[in-house]
């Protein structure tokens, strides 16, 4: 049974830090490109980063230089490292599991919540 399990979520001050993580089971995680991806109320859900199975890494504008995706692929585990949270980073944060080779197969967890507020 294809599991991914987010945690870390959770109420944190602007300028703060938390660091969500994504377990997975389930399928071949080191054939998968991972993902986060997020979604604020009243909007689309929309990319933050992805790293490959080549460990080549991506992120959407908005947290460049802030966030850091990461994977273990020992520990079935894909990290996500949010430093200098913005109230605007507020969303449900959801993680995203796509072969490789076929994308049309991918795996999405239910999510975790990050509120950024004083």
């Known amino acids: 049974q294809v599991q991914l399990v987010e945690s870390g979520g959770g109420l944190v001050q602007p300028g703060g830090s938390l660091r969500l993580s994504c377990a997975a089971s389930?399928?071949?995680?080191?054939?998968?490109?991972m993902s986060w991806y997020r979604q604020a109320p009243g909007k689309e859900r929309e990319l933050v980063a992805g790293?490959?199975?080549?460990?080549?890494?991506n992120y959407a504008d908005s947290v460049k230089g802030r966030f850091t995706i990461s994977r273990d692929n020992a520990k079935n585990t894909a990290d996500l490292q949010m430093n200098s949270l913005k109230p605007e980073d507020t969303a449900v944060y959801y993680c995203n599991a796509r072969h490789q080779a076929w994308n049309a197969i991918n795996y999405w967890g239910k999510g975790t919540l990050v509120t950024v507020s004083s």
């Open positions: 389930g399928f071949t995680f080191r054939m998968y490109a």
């Open positions: 790293v490959t199975t080549g460990d080549s890494t």
